[in-house]
């Protein structure tokens, strides 16, 4: 049974930075296309960023361009966003994600605070 388990997150300042985790258990996570996203109370769930099975193909929202960096790292199974310059619009929980032609699975969700 695939799991994913979400960590880091927390308050911060505007202008500060912080890194979400992910961590896969019960599949070969090189199978999976992997990616962020983010949601706020009442909203609908938004992509962040994604990365192919590999890290040569990314792409991010151009919300966060330039300011978030995705990693993923298949041997251990885990998967990282860095988050630069964060905003006070950035607040929201953080899922993981991967997915391929099998499933679709979520981590439980992180929360990150941006003050102003």
């Known amino acids: 049974q695939v799991q994913l388990v979400d960590s880091g997150g927390g308050q911060v300042q505007a202008g500060a930075s912080l890194s979400v985790s992910c961590a896969a258990s019960g599949a070969p996570f090189s199978w999976y296309v992997v990616g962020w996203f983010r949601q706020v109370s009442g909203k609908e769930r938004e992509f962040v960023a994604g990365m192919g099975r590999s890290e040569n193909f990314v792409e991010y929202s151009d919300s966060v361009k330039g300011r978030f960096t995705m990693s993923r790292d298949n041997a251990k199974r885990t998967m990282i966003l860095q988050m630069n310059s964060l905003k006070p619009e950035d607040t929201a929980v953080y899922y993981c994600?991967?997915?391929?032609?099998?499933?679709?699975?979520w981590g439980q969700g992180t929360q990150v605070t941006v003050s102003s």
């Open positions: 994600n991967i997915r391929n032609t099998l499933g679709n699975y």
